[in-house]
């Protein structure tokens, strides 16, 4: 008995973002897709997004809100189907929405809001998605077009979209495929890491710290290269919250943090001022007014707390402001893969079409989303160019 051998125009790799995302474009041009994915439901990572809520794009979208070692690549894909386009299909389907800080913008109800829009778009340009999928084996016709083999039996097709996403949060489906599909081609990849992913803390950090657990403050980090002003969380596990997933992605081992505690206050100046105004009240009386009490007893001690004002030298204050104000942490690493967002590094741009994600290497083969290295802030920057190189691939598959 022969083996059944399905024939279609486009298969694509990965029923998430970008995939779906390419087979709705490539299905209003009338290719017949078909996505191919090992998990149980498509789209899981869309529903487990931004708390439930998917922050599915920013209402400022720029090339410097992405990392990449091709920083100008990710221009193209994002003005051709830019924010707007995304906001539009929402409004088409009557999807709620709302505006946080930083211009993010976030479903009023929940992700599946998002998920069902795209699956209903799918369903529109009769996109076949097939579940339960494990991928054995890929290979380039002779004649071009690729051959797949899969636990449900042998595809083959003209286009291959390649829409696997990174590495992270492995339990939600994400493996290495992207990549080692990559390799298999001869396209460069380069090394993940994993972003917008907590701290941990060296030992003695960690147990000292584990205490603040809980306390939330809004913070400027930085390294040598960026800095970001929002939330920093301590966790019992290190440091989390806003700020320290954004700079996570820009971080190399080894290297130490700074942080100010107090980004919006001249902190020598506020306590040389006050000395003069109140000598006798004690240090903690002065900094509780702008720090959790808690947090100042860590990085500064009782005994400096104690002190009144007027028994603080200079050189104190001094010392005050640079541990507040400049406070020096060296992470030990990150909580890695198994908590992070995204993936840095990826597929070689240089190797991709920056208009249509097509290979340099291999005329048919595409890869979208998150594989590519294309990393984006925190803030609803991932999903669009998710959104955004899913659908410059799917006007050309
Ligand atoms: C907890 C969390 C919250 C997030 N919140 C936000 C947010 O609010 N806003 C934002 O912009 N970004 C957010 N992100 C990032 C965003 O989810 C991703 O950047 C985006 O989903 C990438 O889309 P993608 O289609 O490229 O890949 P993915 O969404 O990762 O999809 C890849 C698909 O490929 C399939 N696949 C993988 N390997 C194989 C294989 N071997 N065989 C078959 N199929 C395979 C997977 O099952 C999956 O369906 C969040 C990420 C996480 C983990």
């Not at 439930?52 to 051709?80: Q, V």
């Not at 051959?147 to 039996?153: A, H, N, Y």
């Not at 996570?248 to 100046?269: K, M, V």
Request: glycine share 8%.
């Amino acid at each position: 008995m022969t083996a059944k051998i399905i024939q279609t125009d486009v298969l694509i790799i990965g029923a998430s973002a970008s995939g779906l995302m390419c087979a709705i474009e490539a299905g209003k041009r009338g290719r017949k897709v078909i996505i191919l994915d090992h998990a149980s439901k498509a789209g899981k990572k869309i529903l487990i997004s931004g708390g439930g809520r998917c922050n599915f794009t920013n209402y400022h979208i720029s090339a410097e809100n992405y990392i990449s070692h091709n920083p100008h690549f990710c221009k193209s894909a994002l003005s051709r189907f830019t924010q707007w386009d995304f906001i539009a299909m929402l409004n088409d389907y009557q999807i709620p929405f709302h505006e946080r800080d930083h211009s993010q913008l976030f479903c009023d109800n929940s992700a599946k809001d998002i998920l069902n829009m795209l699956l209903a778009e799918c369903e529109k340009s009769k996109v076949n998605i097939q579940l339960n999928c494990e991928i054995n084996q890929i290979r380039q016709q002779e004649k071009g077009g690729f051959t797949i083999e899969t636990s449900r039996g042998q595809f083959r097709s003209q286009s291959l979209v390649i829409a696997t996403g990174g590495l992270s949060i492995p339990r939600m489906g994400a493996t290495p495929l992207g990549y080692k599909i990559a390799e298999q081609f001869g396209h460069p990849v380069w090394p993940t890491s994993a972003g917008l992913v907590p701290f941990t803390l060296q030992p003695q950090d960690k147990e000292k710290f584990s205490e603040l657990s809980g306390i939330a403050i809004d913070s400027m980090v930085s390294n040598e290269r960026i800095q970001f002003r929002e939330n920093i969380l301590f966790t019992h596990r290190g440091l989390s919250g806003p700020a320290i997933l954004q700079i996570s992605s820009y971080w190399q081992a080894g290297e130490t943090i700074s942080i100010n505690l107090l980004p919006d206050l001249d902190l020598i100046e506020f306590l040389i001022q006050r000395k003069t105004t109140q000598a006798n009240v004690k240090l903690k009386t002065v900094l509780g007014e702008i720090l959790p009490k808690r947090l100042a007893i860590t990085l500064l001690g009782q005994k400096s707390l104690d002190k009144t004002l007027q028994a603080l030298s200079h050189r104190c204050i001094h010392d005050i402001a640079q541990q507040l104000q400049h406070w020096q942490i060296k992470p030990n690493g990150t909580e890695g893969y198994r908590t992070a967002e995204v993936t840095c590094g990826g597929i070689d741009c240089n190797e991709l079409s920056s208009k249509t994600l097509e290979s340099n290497k291999v005329a048919g083969l595409f890869f979208v989303g998150e594989v590519v290295d294309v990393t984006g802030w925190l803030g609803g920057y991932n999903f669009q160019w998710a959104w955004s190189s899913g659908w410059c691939a799917g006007q050309v598959v």
